[in-house]
């Protein structure tokens, strides 16, 4: 993106980055901020270690320019001088941005290349060793929930943050397991003391949800000193939409460079509903296929195999709502004909893109959706005026549910 940048914005072009909600919190181990400050540290730190030229403009904690713009993960948008948006994608793609350009305003004489730039390689952040603590198992496909930090009298900075998530069930009804994770916040450079004790956990909870274990000590760890996530997870039972959960942790933190080393307690309340924004981490059993890419990802999309009769087509066209652990709300899925070719459309990203069907036999319908730098296959079989699948996708299988909608 960077050439790009410094080629263009010699013809008048103003390049933003907008910093909004973190899509994957735990990579390069930053963590979602809990405060405007926090972000505003962030796009200090991208400053710091991209070396971009682009402005950066940062987003309100509850992303309304996000979602003005229609909430897609990576979204790129060319406006005119008159304010009006002549092109929009839902996620970015810098060769097609330079090729766009060079329709709109024409092109540069010898563009710049990356390696003219030496760009700066930045390390993660870490403020101790990390893969001292090995993770622990954790169910497949749990979802954020809403989690509010209590800020204390003292206002004082929350070194370790909370993110929890929750198996579907408890979504559901309010029965099932939740994962408490404790992430080092690397901005603010700290470390976990273990000479000390290592961290405890209180889970208060009103009259009629259970909760087991209430109360939870971290592990203890043989070296000095790590970064490694503190991670807990708990059987809830009876936890009803309108309830909420306090969790309380005790930890000491300590930062080497300021030569301080302090107990902390922190308060979060947690609610029964999706967290809207929260993004989603990079669990560990994906890392290698996220690595590897999965085969159909590589050379061209395939031309579709449709054995399906007439009639079983017509079926299927119209629109469908989906359900998916990965997307933060229902979605639409609109399947039609065009020019005698089964085709339609997915409203995941917010900004309607195509989809590439690879296969309908009838009862299974196999697509690809471009979610993301390369797309992702979608697998989903109908009954009726319901579906059930899967999206295959690099951060692991998600389940899909829907029906048909009018």
């Known amino acids: 993106m960077e050439p790009t940048v410094r080629d263009y914005q010699e013809k008048g ?31 200090a730190e991208a400053k710091r270690t991209l070396g971009t030229k682009a402005e950066w403009l940062c987003d309100t904690m509850d992303n ?8 897609a993960p990576n979204s790129e948008f060319i406006i005119d001088p008159d304010g009006v948006i002549v092109r929009a994608h839902g996620w970015s793609n810098p060769y097609r941005l330079r090729r766009e350009l060079e329709e709109l305003i024409g092109p540069v004489e010898n563009p710049t290349r990356l390696e003219d730039l030496n760009m700066p390689e930045p390390e993660p952040l870490a403020a101790a060793p ?46 099932g397991k939740l994962y408490l994770g404790f992430l080092l916040d690397p901005l603010y450079h700290v470390h976990w003391n273990n000479d000390v004790a290592p961290i405890h956990v209180e889970v208060s909870a ?45 930890y000491f933190a300590c930062n080497d460079a300021e030569g301080w080393c302090r107990p902390v307690r922190q308060e979060y309340t947690l ?4 967290a809207r924004g929260a993004g989603f981490t990079f669990r ?16 061209e999309i395939p031309e579709p195999e449709v054995t399906a009769s007439d009639e079983q087509i017509a079926a299927l066209c119209g629109n469908w ?35 590439s069907v690879v296969s309908f036999d009838g009862s299974m319908l196999r697509y690809l959706q471009p979610y993301g730098p390369n797309p992702e296959l979608v697998e989903v079989e109908f009954e009726g005026d319901s579906l059930r699948g899967f999206h295959r996708s690099t951060f692991g299988d998600f389940p899909i549910s829907g029906t048909r909608s009018e």
């Open 13 to 43: 072009v103003r390049f933003i980055y907008v910093y909004k909600t973190l899509a994957h919190p735990d990579w390069n181990n930053y963590i979602a901020p809990f405060s405007i400050e926090e972000r505003l540290m962030h796009i």
């Open 64 to 71: 309304e320019l996000a979602q003005a713009l229609g909430s």
């Open 130 to 175: 990390e893969g001292v603590l090995d993770p622990i198992e954790r169910p497949e496909f749990m979802q954020a929930i809403g989690t509010t930090p209590l800020v204390g009298e003292d206002n004082q900075p929350f070194y370790v943050k909370l993110r929890a998530e929750v198996t579907r069930d408890v979504l559901g009804s309010g029965a």
């Open 206 to 250: 009103p009259e009629g949800v259970a909760v087991s274990p209430a109360s939870m000590d971290a592990p203890e760890v043989d070296a000095a000193s790590d970064a490694d996530p503190r991670e807990f997870l708990v059987d809830v039972e009876g936890w009803a939409e309108d309830a909420e959960l306090t969790v309380s942790v005790f």
């Open 271 to 274: 609610a029964r509903r999706p």
């Open 284 to 299: 560990q059993q994906y890392e290698q296929r996220m690595l590897d890419g999965l085969d159909w990802q590589h050379g």
């Open 321 to 355: 709502t989906m359900n998916m652990a990965m997307a933060q709300e229902p979605y639409t899925l609109s399947l039609y004909v065009e020019d005698g070719v089964l085709t339609g459309w997915s409203g995941m990203e917010g900004l309607n893109p195509d989809i």
